[in-house]
């Protein structure tokens, strides 16, 4: 896919199609990278996204011990 560049102000700038933006999970803010010449666009990932649910599965994975029940 081609996009144009496009002036914004004294900055340039480009225009993501909506399909694009849905595809990638993009919100209003982006993380922008330069890897080898090419910028790459990722969505933001909030800290501690998921761990609640991740913790969750591990304990029902390893549940903690009552007292005086811990395996050595």
Not at 1 to 29: A, D, H
Not at 53 to 72: D, R, V, Y
């Amino acid at each position: 896919m081609k996009i144009k560049l496009i002036k914004i102000g004294n900055s340039m700038g480009v225009r993501l199609p909506q399909s694009v933006i849905k595809e990638c999970q993009f919100e209003n803010e982006l993380e922008l990278h330069i890897r080898q010449g090419s910028v790459v666009l990722s969505p933001v990932v909030k800290n501690r996204y998921g761990w609640k649910e991740l913790m969750q599965s591990e304990l029902n994975k390893h549940p903690i011990k009552a007292e005086g029940e811990w395996e050595w």
